[in-house]
């Protein structure tokens, strides 16, 4: 008899509902108070609040991005971002741009943040979004700290549409095994922005049939002896490094399955866009 996965937890996890209540509150409190003047000059100083702000912000009121941004590997809107002065998420350069608010990630350029602070900054931090809900609460934090509420809710609005219509799709017929695969042999756990991608397009996920909710490494010879209907993994760019050989190794060839390499771009941040690559995994079905 076939083993049964593991059902999922219908409950969030502890972070996710703090982060939902957070922004719940953030707009009832902008209902309840009278307008605060929105911050005339805005930095980013992560990849993913670069985005979502250029995105939202009104024009001109966000004055740097960082050069990251700018790398087409890495951002979706590279061709965007050309357009802002580029920052290294230096505390002296940022500073020197006299920002009223700077957005920032919760794991990047962490002493800059405690410096700018110190500095009485005002500085926000984003969680990385680790599930569709999380990224319809940043949409409205973001609007909400740019004074821009219309503008996040059509943007949510409209990603709700289309995130109902691409699970609509995906509900007839069987739902094939999928895993995600990237450099050290990294699996995505189904409690993650990856995870919820893959069951969204019409997939179950091999680190939920593992039990695995978190991220965790996956040797080689266990995901050949699981032989997912479908591999997806990072694409391999030019002098790649030791730790992408494994999405090379010639085990691979025992999969039977099909393999779809995806930009780290389509879905390193919590933006819209990730709605794109869930529809071509849908395609593979």
Wanted: proline fraction near 8%; glycine fraction near 8%; charged fraction near 20%.
């Amino acid at each position: 008899m076939t083993a049964q996965p593991a059902p999922l937890p219908i409950r969030p996890p502890a972070r996710r509902r703090q982060r939902l209540w957070a922004a719940a509150l953030a707009l009832l409190s902008a209902l309840a108070l009278p307008a605060a003047a929105a911050p005339a000059r805005v930095v980013s100083i992560n990849l993913c609040t670069d985005q979502l702000a250029m995105m939202l912000a009104a024009p001109g009121q966000l004055v740097s991005v960082t050069r990251l941004a700018r790398d087409p590997a890495a951002s979706v809107m590279a061709e965007a971002a050309r357009a802002y002065p580029a920052n290294r998420g230096q505390a002296e350069e940022v500073y020197l741009l006299h920002p009223d608010l700077v957005l920032a990630g919760r794991y990047t350029a962490q002493p800059t943040v405690a410096m700018l602070r110190r500095l009485g900054i005002p500085v926000a931090v984003f969680e990385p979004a680790d599930s569709f809900a999380d990224m319809q609460a940043d949409i409205a934090r973001m609007g909400a700290l740019l004074g821009r509420e219309p503008e996040a809710a059509a943007m949510a609005g409209a990603f709700a549409a289309r995130l109902a219509r691409i699970r609509a799709a995906s509900l007839p017929g069987p739902r094939p095994l999928a895993a995600t695969w990237s450099a050290q042999g990294y699996m995505s756990g189904h409690q993650s922005l990856a995870g919820e991608i893959l069951t969204t397009a019409g997939f179950d996920s091999l680190a939920a049939r593992m039990g695995r909710a978190q991220g965790s490494t996956l040797p080689l010879e266990a995901l050949v002896l699981a032989d997912p209907d479908l591999v997806v993994t990072g694409r391999i760019g030019p002098g790649s490094s030791r730790a992408e050989a494994p999405l090379t190794h010639p085990a691979l060839g025992a999969l039977t399955g099909r393999r779809a390499a995806v930009e780290d771009r389509d879905w390193i941040c919590g933006l819209p866009s990730v709605l794109d690559a869930t529809e071509r995994l849908g395609g593979m079905k």
